[in-house]
T-cell receptor, first 115, second 118 residues
Framework: DAKTTQPTSMDCAEGRAANLPCNHSTISGNEYVYWYRQIHSQGPQYIIH???NNETNEMASLIITEDRKSSTLILPHATLRDTAVYYC????????????????FGTGTRLQVTL | DARVTQTPRHKVTEMGQEVTMRCQPI?????VFWYRQTMMQGLELLAYFRNRAPLDDSGMPKDRFSAEMPDATLATLKIQPSEPRDSAVYFC????????????????FGQGTRLTVV
């Protein structure tokens, strides 16, 4: 039961912005959008997350549409080291104290940054 | 530099043998996840714990897999008996989750244990 849809692969020229889309049309009000990436042979790495407002940190920006049904991860100046699989994840806020919510990965987008 | 530590990094074992993988979460983290990654299935969530108690292990084959947290500094994933189809990279991750309406925080992943069952 896929909660997010991402393109299988994308290419980006080094130095250009990489815009990775994600569709999460069934997202509910208590669910956050998370982005992780996995560089070859390494464990996944957290990038950013948000609820409804756009977010920015030192790695990337996250743009969430007003209806929250889709989002875009932006790497402003992609480098070769950004070549990785990028995962968009919808994760609920745990409703009860003493619990934690699942972090479930889909198939992601394989981003290839080229010279 | 706080990090999640997994041991061993690589393990080759014969079918039928017991395998134990260990994970040391980041000190102070109260939530631990176990994942398995294969080319065919991608990253699958096997189980996760909060404050050492299992919250969900529905992704784990119960007949041969078991996951425990003997204490707050150690999580273990055991396979007995192991089978060739268990060959995969197993990742552990830890995070601080407040529960309730508190914001989820990022999960930090270890480097994984690459298991090969022959």
């Amino acid at each position: 039961d896929a909660k997010t849809t991402q393109p299988t692969s994308m290419d980006c020229a080094e130095g250009r912005a990489a815009n990775l889309p994600c569709n999460h049309s069934t997202i509910s009000g208590n669910e956050y959008v998370y982005w992780y990436r996995q560089i070859h042979s390494q464990g996944p790495q957290y990038i950013i997350h948000g609820l409804k407002n756009n977010e920015t940190n030192e790695m990337a920006s996250l743009i969430i549409t007003e209806d929250r049904k889709s989002s875009t991860l932006i790497l402003p100046h992609a480098t070769l080291r950004d070549t990785a699989v990028y995962y968009c994840i919808v994760r609920p806020i745990p409703l009860n104290t003493g619990t934690a919510s699942k972090l479930t990965f889909g198939t992601g987008t394989r981003l290839q940054v080229t010279l | 530099d706080a990090r999640v530590t997994q041991t061993p990094r690589h393990k080759v074992t014969e079918m039928g043998q017991e395998v134990t993988m260990r994970c040391q979460p980041i000190l102070g983290h109260n939530t631990v996840f176990w994942y398995r990654q294969t080319m065919m299935q991608g990253l699958e969530l096997l189980a996760y714990f909060r404050n050492r108690a299992p919250l969900d292990d529905s992704g784990m084959p119960k007949d041969r897999f078991s996951a425990e947290m003997p204490d707050a500094t150690l999580a273990t994933l055991k396979i007995q008996p192991s089978e060739p189809r268990d060959s995969a990279v197993y990742f552990c991750a830890s995070s601080v989750d407040g529960g309730g309406t508190r914001l989820n925080t990022e999960a930090f992943f270890g480097q994984g244990t690459r298991l090969t069952v022959v």
